[in-house]
Nanobody
Framework: QVQLVESGGGLVQAGGSLRLSCAAS????????MGWFRQAPGKEREFVAA????????EYADSMKGRFTISRDNAKNTVYLQMNSLEPEDTAVYYC????????????????WGQGTQVTVSS
């Protein structure tokens, strides 16, 4: 069993930045591929970014490229999502997820999910 706890969400003005964190426990963190997803009201959950267990591979949704950066610190059992140039369309609940494999991006390939953290971007 893996526990994931997200933090760092909040209210920010358009153009601002936030850094989300996700702390993992219950499994050797460096054995886990990690990802971020988001879900806006009335919309399906969508892929944001993913990172391989070593951090050597990353992937982003097209709309996040150049604005968001995923990273991880295996010594701290934590994955981060740095979000810059935020737009009102980025408003959503952001979820951290992990998979017991090297690297995945599809939601159905992830094994455990956090409870989510709300990000609200005002115009």
């Amino acid at each position: 069993q893996v526990q994931l706890v997200e933090s760092g969400g909040g209210l920010v003005q358009a153009g601002g930045s936030l850094r989300l964190s996700c702390a993992a426990s219950g499994r050797t963190f460096s054995d886990l591929a990690m990802g971020w997803f988001r879900q806006a009201p009335g919309k399906e959950r969508e892929f944001v970014a993913a990172i391989s267990w070593s951090g050597g591979i990353t992937e982003y949704a097209d709309s996040m490229k150049g604005r968001f950066t995923i990273s991880r610190d295996n010594a701290k059992n934590t994955v981060y999502l740095q979000m810059n140039s935020l737009e009102p369309e980025d408003t959503a609940v952001y979820y951290c997820a992990c998979a017991m494999t090297r690297f995945v991006t599809r939601p159905l390939d992830y094994d455990y999910w956090g409870q989510g953290t709300q990000v609200t971007v005002s115009s």
